[in-house]
């Protein structure tokens, strides 16, 4: 059981550059997350989908974009790079009924943007 | 607003020492509470949990009670080992209107050494 994937592990951008970091999670869960962790900040939530084709924004949206076409996947765009996006980037998914706020977390993405 | 205030870190012990990582939380409802724990390289992953005043959450030898009186959730463990080095985060979440919000500290870094 993979539990939540994500992809690339690493990523180095140029500022004004364009990339998509993809979540997958293979538990059939209906609510994915996607946080942001900063040094001494916690992790802060960018955006958040409560089902298929639906999605939210959370604490910190600007400069993001999300989509949940497929209930497994959830894509995290950043349309123009900025410096201040360095960052580490967790998915998240959790199900619905009473362990709702039991998310399971993806190993991360480390975004690096010069 | 919501939040919760972690002890700094690093905190430095060795093997079979007592611990303790204070939380302390701000909350406008009844919140359930958290301690989320980060092993190096990897996502986060769910230690405990306590979802009304007076619970004790218990997981691997880590407790934590949620204290009302004193919006605290510290966590402590009796006798760590190497294996616990790692990042631990308490967390306060809620449910309302399809928003599973959890908010974090930010984070305490436990190193245990032989």
């Known amino acids: 059981n993979a539990g939540v994937t994500q992809t690339p592990k690493f990523r180095v951008l140029k500022t004004g550059q364009s990339m998509t970091l993809l979540c997958a999670q293979d538990?059939?869960?209906?609510?994915m997350y996607w946080y942001r962790q900063d040094p001494g900040m916690g992790l802060r939530l960018i955006h958040y989908?409560?089902?298929?084709?639906?999605?939210a924004k959370g604490e910190v949206p600007d400069g993001y974009n999300v989509s949940r076409l497929k209930k497994q996947n959830f894509l995290l765009g950043l349309e123009s790079a900025a410096p201040s996006q360095t960052s580490v980037y967790f998915c998240?998914?959790?199900?619905?009924?009473?362990?709702?706020?039991?998310?399971?977390f993806g190993p991360g993405t480390r975004l690096t943007v010069t | 607003g919501d939040s919760v205030t972690q002890m700094e870190g690093p905190v430095t012990l060795s093997e079979e020492a007592f611990l303790t990582i204070n939380c302390t939380y701000t909350?406008?409802?009844?919140?359930?509470l958290f301690w989320y724990v980060q092993y190096p390289g990897e996502g986060l992953q769910l230690l405990l949990k306590?979802?009304?005043?007076?619970d004790k959450g218990s997981n691997k030898g880590f407790e934590a009670t949620y204290r009302k009186e004193t919006t605290s959730f510290h966590l402590e463990k009796g006798s760590v080992q190497v294996s616990d080095s790692a990042v631990y985060f308490c967390?306060?979440?809620?449910?309302?209107?399809?928003?599973?919000?959890?908010?974090f500290g930010a984070g305490t870094r436990l190193a245990v050494h032989p």
């Open positions: 998240a998914s959790s199900s619905t009924g009473t362990n709702v706020l039991k998310q399971y």
């Open positions: 538990m059939n869960h209906e609510y």
């Open positions: 989908s409560v089902g298929e084709g639906t999605t």
């Open positions: 909350a406008t409802g009844y919140p359930s």
């Open positions: 306590a979802t009304k005043a007076d």
């Open positions: 967390a306060l979440g809620f449910v309302s209107g399809g928003y599973n919000k959890l908010i």
